[in-house]
């Protein structure tokens, strides 16, 4: 049974309010779906970039955040096992939340072309030509069908700032940003995707905004990918939950550490960051809709008995106009709980707009006697 709080207010600005309820929660549930092979791609020579990587290693100083990580580093955060290839890794409490090295990534797709910034990790490691080789899990990668995975033809770094924020291969505590800049060059149009990082430490989330400048006489259809084989808490089998209200949020979850790994829209941004898919289910490899450039829909897989092989995946649409579009998501990790989120519906503040407060439960048993006080901003009006 799927079951959440949503309290829905109409709001202009006058004094000051609080707002309260208690109320009782039951574990979410959803609906499931299957995930394909997919491919290997190959390697981009670049240093990997570490913000916060003297952290998470007590869930006291945040998390330690690797990405395009690469064999040269062979980074060792926190006492665990090197890390190597490419993609990104989020350690938290001592642990590593990726099944692998680098088994979460961008993933950018041109008109049925897939370019990655994954980079034969453990969970994309069938060979270019998907019709030969195992995958992670020891199935043949039997789809000769799909297309191979392609690399970016460059990676740069920018704007690296913060005394956490190296590309040095070398490992310092502390908040840090930085921009991450790949193209590739397709029927001779460059296009160009950045990721936009910035961390807080000791937060248990990043910021990231996904920037795409689709180039003049583009007629492709675009689609950005963004996730991966997850382990949270270090454990590759997990529970999911996916929520829509006030914003879409994915999230795996690992109930005997009671930790979680999720992704979330944060639907302000401009013209409006908001999931075009979300999937939180079985994962040997990246799904095929990824590799094809069709949409990965919603859909999550709570069972426990049994617990899927954990792994998540968000997905955007690209307008085919040249142009910037900027396309911005949170990443964290947390603890089993209940928690609350509240939303505002418009894009300005001297409005009238609609306040969703919500309330779930990613605890697998019924939360009773909760209670939550809402304090809003001076000036505003329930009416």
Not at 69 to 78: H, Q
Not at 122 to 147: F, H, I, M, R, Y
Not at 291 to 314: C, V
């Amino acid at each position: 049974m799927k079951e959440f709080l949503m309290t829905r207010l109409r709001v202009s600005r006058v004094p000051m309010i609080a707002l309260a309820a208690v109320v009782a929660l039951a574990p979410l549930v959803g609906t499931a779906r299957v995930s394909q092979a997919a491919p290997r791609v190959d390697p981009i020579s670049s240093n990997t970039l570490t913000i916060n990587g003297l952290g998470g290693t007590d869930g006291t100083d945040g998390i330690a955040l690797h990405f395009n990580i690469t064999a040269a580093a062979a980074l060792n955060d926190a006492g665990g096992t090197p890390m190597v290839d490419s993609g990104d890794n989020v350690r938290f409490n001592n642990q590593d939340f990726t099944y692998g090295p680098g088994d979460v990534g961008v993933h950018l797709n041109i008109g049925g072309q897939l370019y990655s910034t994954m980079n034969g990790s453990t969970a994309s490691s069938c060979l270019l030509t998907p019709g030969t080789g195992v995958d992670g899990e020891s199935n043949p990668c039997v789809d000769p069908l799909l297309p191979d995975t392609l690399p970016f033809d460059s990676l740069a770094y920018s704007a690296v700032s913060g005394p956490g924020a190296k590309t040095d291969n070398t490992e310092a505590a502390g908040s840090g940003n930085a921009t991450m800049t790949y193209t590739v060059t397709v029927g001779g149009k460059l296009y160009t995707l950045k990721r936009i990082i910035s961390y807080v430490a000791p937060q248990k989330f990043y910021t990231e905004t996904l920037q795409v400048i689709v180039p003049t006489g583009n007629a492709a259809v675009i689609k950005l990918y963004k996730g991966g084989d997850l382990a949270p808490a270090g454990n590759d089998d997990a529970m999911s939950i996916l929520m829509t209200a006030p914003v879409r949020n994915i999230q795996e979850v690992e109930d005997s550490s009671g930790l979680l790994y999720g992704m979330k829209e944060v639907p302000a941004e401009t013209g409006m960051s908001t999931f075009e898919g979300a999937v939180a289910d079985t994962y040997f490899d990246v799904y095929d809709e990824v590799i094809t450039g069709a949409n990965i829909g919603f859909a999550d897989n709570p069972s426990i008995a049994p617990y899927h092989d954990a792994g998540s995946m968000i997905q955007y649409t690209i307008p085919t106009a040249a142009g910037t579009y900027n396309e911005k998501n949170i990443t964290y990790v947390g603890e089993q709980a209940v928690n609350l989120e509240a939303a505002w519906s418009s894009g300005t503040i001297a409005s009238v707009g609609e306040l969703d407060i919500t309330l779930t439960n990613s605890l697998t048993t019924t939360a009773t006697g909760l209670g939550y006080t809402f304090t809003a901003p001076a000036g505003t009006k329930i009416g």
